[in-house]
C-alpha cells in the first residue's frame, strides 16, 4: 500500500491544523484565478458567502460554459462533463484529480488489482473520477460503465476481477444475474459504491457473500468529500478538502454532532476546478473522536438527508434562509422547525421553537416579518426538537 495515500491520514489533528493552516491561503490564491472568485475578499474562510448548486447553474447559464468556475483555460482542460442540473464540470489533467486513490485504499484495493468499474463514463463524471483514482493507485481498470446486467456478470466471470465500483445496489443485481447463470462470481472481494443509499440489508447481503463493500461520499463537483474504512465507524474526511456543518440556510457553524449541512473547500493550489465553501446541499453531522483505524481527520456520520429545503405556501416559497433570518431576529431561541400542515383547503404554519415560552410572541412577529405569512407558535423544552438538519418540515399529504 502507498504510503502516498496513508501517512497523511495518520497526521496529528494538530499537525494537520498547521498543514491546513499553511495550505488553506494557497488553495484561495488559487481560487482567484477564476473568474468567478476573482475579487474574492481575502477574508477569513468563515466570513465568505456559500456558494450553492444553484449560483452554479445561474452562473453558467449567464457566462457559458463555466460561469467562471475554471482556473485554468478550456484548451488545457482534460474533460468536460455536464451534470444534472445542468452543471458543467472540467477536469484537468494529472493524477487523480478528485482524490479517489485514498477512498479506494481505504476500500481495501491493493496496487495491481484490476477494477471493474460501473459508474457512467458518459455526460457525468464518475466513472472517468474512479478510474483515476485506481491509475493512480496502480490498478488497471475494466470499464463496465452502466446497464447490461448479464455482460458485466459475464464480464466478471471471464475477467476475474478483485474489486468493483458503481451505485451500492447494481452489485446485487449483477451477483444475483451471475447466480441466475450459473457463473462464478467469487472473485471479487472489495466493492466501492457511491451514489445512492448504502442500506443495512445491502451491506449484509455482500457481507455474506465475502465482499468487504465500503462507501464513499462525493459530488461530481467537488470529487471525494469523505470515505468508509476498515473501521465501518462513520466516515473519514478526505485530506484534499476542508469540511464545515453549517445550519441550513446560513453561513453559521453547527458544534460537533449537530445536524447542518456540509460545506466543502478544496485545499488543491493546482485544481482545474477550486471549490469555496461549495455547499453541497446534503445534510451530515461530525462524529464526537478519532476513527478506531488510526485515521485522526474528522469524520461524518454519513448522508442525512437534503438540506436545500423549500416548501410552497399560500402561493410563496419557503426556504431555510427565511428561517435563519428569525432565528437571528430572537436569538434566545434554540432549534426552530417550520412544520407546514393542510386545514381543510388551507396551508398551516406552525414554527415549532425551543425556549421560554415568553418569546412566542416575538417569534411570531419574526415568522410573519420574513416569511410575509402568519402562523402559529408551539414552544418546547430546550433540546426537545429533533438533531436532524430540518428547518422545514412539509407534512401535507402528496397530491
Known amino acids: 500500500m502507498s504510503l502516498e495515500y496513508r501517512s497523511p491520514e495518520y497526521r496529528s489533528p494538530d499537525q494537520r491544523a498547521a498543514d491546513i493552516a499553511r495550505e488553506l491561503p494557497a488553495a484561495l490564491a488559487h481560487a482567484r484565478r477564476a473568474a468567478a472568485y476573482r475579487d474574492m475578499p481575502e477574508v477569513p474562510l468563515a466570513d465568505l458567502p456559500v456558494l450553492r448548486k444553484s449560483d452554479l447553474v445561474?452562473?453558467?447559464?449567464?457566462?457559458?460554459?463555466?460561469g467562471g468556475m475554471n482556473a485554468a483555460p478550456l484548451g488545457s482542460l482534460a474533460r468536460v462533463f455536464l451534470s444534472p442540473g445542468p452543471i458543467v464540470e472540467g477536469h484537468g489533467y494529472g493524477p487523480d484529480p478528485f482524490r479517489f486513490a485514498r477512498a479506494l485504499?481505504?476500500?481495501?484495493?491493493?496496487?495491481?488489482?484490476?477494477?471493474?468499474n460501473c459508474?457512467?463514463?458518459?455526460?457525468?463524471?464518475?466513472?472517468?473520477?474512479?478510474?483515476?483514482?485506481?491509475?493512480?493507485?496502480?490498478?488497471?481498470?475494466?470499464?463496465?460503465?452502466?446497464?447490461?446486467?448479464?455482460?458485466?456478470?459475464?464480464?466478471?466471470?471471464?475477467?476475474?476481477?478483485?474489486?468493483?465500483?458503481?451505485?451500492?445496489?447494481?452489485?446485487?443485481?449483477?451477483?444475483?444475474?451471475?447466480?441466475?447463470?450459473?457463473?462464478?462470481?467469487?472473485?471479487?472481494?472489495?466493492?466501492?459504491?457511491?451514489?445512492?443509499a448504502?442500506?443495512?440489508?445491502?451491506?449484509?447481503?455482500?457481507?455474506?457473500r465475502g465482499i468487504a463493500a465500503r462507501q464513499s461520499y462525493a459530488s461530481a463537483d467537488a470529487g471525494v468529500?469523505?470515505?468508509e474504512t476498515e473501521a465501518n465507524d462513520g466516515l473519514v474526511v478526505d485530506e484534499g478538502v476542508l469540511v464545515e456543518i453549517l445550519r441550513p440556510g446560513t453561513g453559521e457553524p453547527l458544534p460537533e454532532g449537530e445536524v447542518g449541512e456540509?460545506?466543502?473547500?478544496?485545499?488543491?493550489?493546482?485544481?482545474?476546478?477550486?471549490?469555496?465553501?461549495?455547499?453541497?446541499?446534503?445534510?451530515?453531522?461530525?462524529?464526537?473522536?478519532?476513527?478506531?483505524?488510526?485515521?485522526?481527520?474528522?469524520?461524518?456520520?454519513?448522508?442525512?438527508?437534503?438540506?436545500?429545503?423549500?416548501?410552497?405556501?399560500?402561493?410563496m416559497f419557503i426556504r431555510p434562509e427565511q428561517i435563519a433570518a428569525i432565528a437571528r431576529a430572537v436569538p434566545a431561541a434554540g432549534r426552530l422547525r417550520l412544520?407546514?400542515?393542510?386545514?381543510?383547503?388551507?396551508?398551516?404554519?406552525?414554527?415549532?421553537?425551543?425556549?421560554?415560552?415568553?418569546l412566542a410572541e416575538r417569534l411570531a412577529a419574526a415568522l410573519a416579518d420574513a416569511t410575509k405569512l402568519r402562523g402559529?407558535?408551539?414552544?418546547?423544552?430546550?433540546?426537545?426538537?429533533?438533531?436532524?438538519?430540518?428547518?422545514?418540515?412539509d407534512l401535507r399529504p402528496v397530491p
Open 58 to 66: 445561474a452562473g453558467q447559464g449567464a457566462a457559458p460554459p463555466f
Open 119 to 196: 459508474f457512467a463514463y458518459h455526460f457525468t463524471p464518475a466513472g472517468y473520477m474512479l478510474e483515476a483514482g485506481a491509475h493512480a493507485l496502480g490498478c488497471p481498470v475494466f470499464p463496465g460503465g452502466t446497464g447490461n446486467t448479464e455482460q458485466q456478470a459475464r464480464a466478471i466471470a471471464l475477467l476475474r476481477p478483485r474489486g468493483w465500483c458503481g451505485t451500492p445496489d447494481f452489485l446485487k443485481t449483477v451477483l444475483e444475474k451471475g447466480d441466475e447463470l450459473g457463473l462464478d462470481l467469487t472473485s471479487l472481494a472489495v466493492a466501492h459504491v457511491s451514489g445512492g
Open 225 to 227: 468529500i469523505a470515505y
Open 262 to 315: 456540509v460545506v466543502v473547500t478544496t485545499l488543491s493550489a493546482t485544481t482545474a476546478w477550486p471549490l469555496v465553501r461549495f455547499a453541497t446541499g446534503d445534510l451530515s453531522a461530525v462524529l464526537p473522536g478519532l476513527s478506531p483505524c488510526g485515521r485522526t481527520n474528522m469524520r461524518l456520520r454519513g448522508w442525512m438527508g437534503r438540506a436545500d429545503q423549500a416548501a410552497k405556501v399560500r402561493g
Open 198 to 208: 448504502y442500506l443495512p440489508a445491502l451491506r449484509a447481503f455482500y457481507t455474506a
Open 376 to 393: 402559529t407558535v408551539a414552544m418546547a423544552p430546550p433540546g426537545s426538537l429533533p438533531n436532524d438538519g430540518k428547518v422545514i418540515e
Open 105 to 116: 485504499t481505504a476500500t481495501g484495493l491493493r496496487p495491481g488489482d484490476l477494477l471493474h
Open 339 to 358: 412544520v407546514v400542515t393542510l386545514d381543510g383547503t388551507r396551508d398551516v404554519l406552525t414554527l415549532r421553537a425551543e425556549g421560554d415560552p415568553t
